[in-house]
């Protein structure tokens, strides 16, 4: 695991803050997204290093932002149709390429 990669954590139950606890030990950055104050003290109190309450914040300009405009290397969304579309929107963009030759031993490009 790269050690300085941030990591988006959805919070949901105490089960959840056992993996925050395990992504903080191996040295992730972790934010995450809740409804109310009272999740964001209990993401805190398993030592998240950013809260984001998503119904009254961007979250996805909020992620931008603490991470310099790079994104997030993995998000694990527990909420669903309110932040499904903008976890898509805050992964980074990694680029691949696969170099294959057709059949008749032609390059494709």
């Known amino acids: 695991m790269n050690r300085n990669a941030p990591v988006s954590r959805r919070l949901r139950s105490s089960a ?31 030592g998240v290093d950013e809260t984001i309450l998503y119904n009254e914040t961007d979250f996805v300009e909020a992620v931008k932002k603490f991470t310099n ?13 309110t932040t499904y ?8 963009r990694i680029m691949s390429r696969t170099q294959q030759a057709s059949s008749n031993g032609q390059q494709r490009s």
């Open 16 to 46: 959840t803050k056992e993996q925050i606890q395990l992504l903080k030990k191996k040295g992730a950055t972790v934010f995450t997204t809740v409804s109310t104050d009272e999740k964001a003290a209990l993401a805190r109190s398993a």
């Open 69 to 81: 405009g790079k994104g997030v290397h993995v998000v694990y969304d527990s909420v669903g149709k």
């Open 85 to 92: 579309e903008g976890s898509f929107n805050v992964l980074r």
